[in-house]
């Protein structure tokens, strides 16, 4: 692990975005990001391997959905997402696995997801609006099939889990991901 620190405001220039790093020399940061009407945040550590950022949320990766309950109910496999905010039901991806073949759907206006199928050996869920690490629900062990799972007061918060940057002068890169899906992402030292 190497001792070198960074320090400062580190800003991304895209357009109709802002987002932001500050880093301090003790090995701790913060982060803004704001995009239409999605904000978000995440602080934290980092340290720095050679050229390679690493950064550890404070938020718990895989957690955006905590599974309120789950029972083995009806045909196929159900899963209810519930909230207090209405909005937020109808952007959940839902990615589920049969075998190695992987498969998606999404929730309705109410938050409800339904797969057709006998067997399901994995289930994931990941937010649309506020994509992280995608969150398992159902394993290869687990035989219920009914699922009812909130949204957590985390979801808002980037864990950043896989998620390396790059070194480069005053500028940190890194590869397009499930939080940036863009081309070309460039923090530049303010």
């Not at 982060?31 to 550890?56: I, M």
């Not at 159900?78 to 952007?91: C, E, G, M, R």
């Not at 159902?138 to 099939?145: H, S, T």
Request: charged share 25%; net charge negative; glycine share 6%.
């Amino acid at each position: 692990m190497s001792s070198q620190t960074l320090d400062g405001d580190y800003n991304l220039h895209m357009h109709e975005m802002a987002s932001g790093f500050r880093f301090t020399p003790d090995g701790k940061f913060q982060f803004y990001f704001s995009y239409g009407a999605v904000d978000r945040e995440a602080t934290g550590t980092y340290v720095v391997e050679g050229d390679t950022l690493k950064l550890k949320s404070d938020k718990e990766p895989g957690k955006d959905f905590p599974i309120k309950s789950q029972s083995k109910k009806g045909k196929g496999y159900s899963i209810q997402v519930t909230d207090a905010n209405a909005y937020l039901l109808k952007y959940v991806r839902c990615i589920y696995f049969i075998g190695e073949k992987q498969y998606e759907a999404e929730t309705d206006d109410k938050g409800l997801i339904h797969i057709d199928e006998p067997k399901c050996d994995k289930i994931y869920l990941q937010h649309q609006l506020f994509p992280d690490i995608a969150c398992l629900i159902k394993d290869e062990d687990n035989v219920n099939n009914y699922f009812e799972v909130s949204l957590s007061p985390t979801l808002q918060q980037v864990s950043f889990k896989g998620i390396d940057f790059v070194i480069k002068g005053d500028e940190l890169t890194c590869l397009p991901n499930y939080f940036m899906p863009y081309d070309n992402i460039r923090y530049t030292k303010e």
